[in-house]
């Protein structure tokens, strides 16, 4: 079984940043698409930031500027750096990786979510 677990997140005031981690561990042979999805107060779980295995990213246009999405396959690790911190980013942000296990099979695991709140 694959798991993933987050850390990072926190209580910030607007314009400050904060830096998510994410780390998978199992059974797994490769690492291939790795990315930040986001789930606000009222508001559908929505895309932040993704890398693929070839390196390419793509950002959510709310955050385009803002945050940037970072990868360490030696870890297996996915971070997301986040700045200049705006109220509408407040949101439970969820890690997401896709790969292949010892026995090739597929896998795409999410992680338990971490809390980040940005308010005066």
């Known amino acids: 079984q694959v798991r993933l677990v987050e850390s990072g997140g926190g209580l910030v005031q607007p314009g400050g940043s904060l830096r998510l981690s994410c780390s998978a561990s199992g059974s797994i042979f490769r690492v291939n698409a790795m990315g930040w999805y986001r789930q606000g107060p009222g508001k559908e779980r929505e895309l932040v930031a993704a890398?693929?295995?070839?390196?390419?990213?793509n950002y959510g246009d709310s955050v385009k500027g803002r945050f940037t999405i970072s990868r360490d396959n030696a870890k297996n690790t996915v971070y997301l750096q986040m700045n200049n911190l705006k109220p509408e980013d407040t949101a439970v942000y969820f890690c997401s990786v896709e790969g292949l296990t010892y026995t090739r099979a597929t896998f795409g695991s999410w992680g338990q979510g971490t809390q980040v709140t940005v308010s005066s």
């Open positions: 890398v693929t295995g070839g390196g390419s990213t």
